[in-house]
């Protein structure tokens, strides 16, 4: 059974009412940010610590009436297992986030055909993350005060994750961060219920400066074009930091953050045509990433320089993309990777994927579908444990924590701080016959240990003591075969 949540409106002006009736909360965060702002930014021009105060705080007061009415999971097998999973399924956003819904279906289908979770049936209800945060928050607390939904998947944006971490184990509801990049998620390392069987923004990011060194190692100048919210931010320190820590005569000539959703890019593509840098780094993605492909194009952007697409998988069945763009996948979800093509059951579910919904699955469904084996396997985990008696949440987190479990495309290790250990898959587009649009060559796979700082270390200061022989012993471009 598959339903989809519908976004709420919660007033906050005089006499309306609000979430919780703490209506001096709600007035704080509108005046401070629109819906759409709250998604994608971490500060509205304050300090980052203020903002994370204010992200715990909201959190926190929508919590307070309800921890003690919040119902503790049934230990008896119920009829169906409930999700409650977020992502974006309106806006512009849902061209990355739709991919993980249509997963999610596909997966959960998948799962129950085989007999579900220990005889029991999933049941997803789908929360539209465009609503806002107002609306995630209160669509997460509704969902975690009904017993049968013991797992929330969530969630699609980084701010979002932030804003429910507190929540999450306030409530003591184990919630699998599907999409959550930003390294800050889980930095304090003192999460009991919240988890992220992917890699973070530090892996990620350090992934492509390696790979761009290995190809080009007499790169000058590089200019950026992410954009104008925490990810696009947090991802141009990571890669600059790496770069500068692995080359330090990297000259940085531009740095552009456009508007999240902007439609047009000329002035973006004027600056870069005219800076003429021997690297255009771009973490733009969904209808931003599409909408500057097509107008970059024309302009010579990608004959002029070596461009770096870090999203860019999640395009190559919809725009054109030249031979030797670098892209990757924040991860291993390459459903045409080496180890993919090896599991029948990926090439299944790739092949299915299709048939259902019109393209092969983007690295956002492969995500999806990981966090949703991720969550199978300790429920079956925690019955092992249990003699196969239904797992309260405390148990289920319990068989979450330190866990390794096999994905469709890899293996997804969990540490000690919750944080995931994931490869990074990086290469360039190119042509093969079989396929109508390109597709990822002359490939890398880094183990996700290798780019990861330990647990507690602080993860810029990491990088900024790499050397330029940290590389050495990493695999090469075209390695992985």
């Known amino acids: 059974m598959i339903r989809m949540a519908a976004a709420q409106h919660h007033s906050t002006s005089p006499g309306g009412r609000d979430i919780m009736g703490s209506r001096g909360i709600s007035i704080v965060v509108a005046r401070c940010l629109s819906s759409v702002e709250w998604l994608f930014r971490l500060d509205c021009g304050v300090p980052q610590g203020k903002a994370r105060w204010m992200v715990d705080g909201l959190a926190g007061a929508l919590a307070l009436g309800v921890?003690?009415?919040?119902?503790?999971?049934?230990?008896?097998?119920?009829?169906?297992?409930?999700?409650?999973?977020?992502?974006?399924?309106?806006g512009p956003a849902a061209a990355y986030g739709m991919p993980g819904k249509n997963a999610a279906d596909l997966m959960i289908d998948e799962i129950n055909a085989k007999g579900g979770i220990g005889g029991v049936p999933l049941s997803a209800t789908y929360v539209d993350e465009a609503q806002g945060a107002q609306g995630v928050i209160a669509e997460y607390r509704r969902l975690t005060g009904d017993a049968k939904n013991q797992v929330m998947v969530a969630a699609l944006s980084s701010a979002n994750c932030l804003a429910l971490a507190p929540?999450?184990?306030?409530?003591?509801?184990?919630?699998?961060?599907?999409?959550?990049?930003?390294?800050?998620?889980?930095?304090?390392?003192?999460?009991?219920?919240?988890?992220?069987?992917?890699?973070?923004?530090?892996?990620?990011?350090?992934?492509?400066?390696?790979?761009?060194?290995?190809?080009?190692?007499?790169?000058?100048?590089?200019?950026?074009?992410?954009?104008?919210?925490?990810?696009?931010?947090?991802?141009?320190?990571?890669?600059?930091?790496?770069?500068?820590?692995?080359?330090?005569?990297?000259?940085?000539?531009?740095?552009?953050?456009?508007?999240?959703?902007?439609?047009?890019?000329?002035?973006?593509i004027s600056?870069?045509?005219?800076?003429?840098?021997?690297?255009?780094?771009?973490?733009?993605?969904?209808?931003?990433?599409?909408?500057?492909?097509?107008?970059?194009?024309?302009?010579?952007?990608?004959?002029?320089?070596?461009?770096?697409?870090?999203?860019?998988?999640?395009?190559?069945?919809?725009?054109?993309?030249?031979?030797?763009?670098?892209?990757?996948?924040?991860?291993?979800?390459?459903?045409?990777?080496?180890?993919?093509?090896?599991?029948?059951?990926?090439?299944?579910?790739?092949?299915?994927?299709?048939a259902r919904f019109g393209e092969y699955p983007a690295f956002p469904s492969i995500k999806m579908a990981n966090a949703l084996?991720?969550?199978?396997?300790?429920?079956?985990?925690?019955?092992?444990?249990?003699?196969?008696?239904?797992?309260?949440?405390?148990?289920?987190?319990?068989?979450?924590?330190?866990s390794k479990v096999e994905t469709l495309t890899g293996t997804a290790q969990t540490r000690a701080d919750n944080d995931g250990l994931v490869d990074q898959i990086v290469g360039v587009t190119v042509r093969m016959s079989a396929q109508q649009f390109p597709v990822i060559g002359d490939m890398v796979r880094y183990k996700g240990e290798s780019l990861m700082p330990q647990a507690g270390q602080d993860p810029l200061a990491w990088i900024a003591t790499l050397k330029p022989e940290f590389a050495k012993d990493l695999p090469k471009p075209g390695s992985y075969k």
């Open 67 to 90: 921890v003690a009415a919040t119902p503790a999971a049934a230990q008896e097998k119920p009829a169906a297992l409930g999700l409650g999973i977020f992502t974006f399924t309106s």
């Open 373 to 402: 084996i991720y969550v199978k396997a300790a429920y079956d985990a925690a019955m092992q444990k249990n003699g196969s008696k239904w797992p309260t949440r405390a148990e289920l987190a319990d068989a979450m924590k330190g």
């Open 167 to 268: 929540l999450a184990e306030q409530l003591e509801v184990p919630t699998v961060g599907w999409n959550c990049d930003t390294h800050q998620l889980l930095i304090d390392g003192k999460s009991k219920y919240v988890f992220r069987p992917n890699g973070n923004t530090v892996p990620e990011f350090v992934a492509y400066a390696i790979y761009l060194l290995d190809r080009k190692p007499d790169v000058k100048t590089v200019a950026i074009i992410n954009p104008d919210y925490a990810f696009g931010h947090d991802a141009a320190k990571i890669f600059i930091a790496a770069l500068k820590a692995l080359k330090p005569d990297v000259e940085i000539v531009a740095e552009l953050y456009p508007k999240l959703g902007s439609p047009n890019y000329q002035t973006e």
């Open 271 to 354: 600056r870069l045509a005219t800076a003429r840098p021997d690297v255009v780094f771009s973490n733009l993605w969904g209808a931003d990433l599409e909408n500057f492909v097509r107008q970059a194009a024309p302009r010579g952007i990608f004959t002029s320089s070596q461009v770096i697409l870090a999203l860019g998988e999640t395009v190559l069945q919809r725009v054109p993309l030249p031979d030797g763009v670098i892209v990757g996948v924040l991860g291993d979800g390459w459903w045409m990777s080496p180890d993919a093509k090896a599991k029948p059951e990926t090439v299944k579910f790739a092949e299915a994927y299709k």
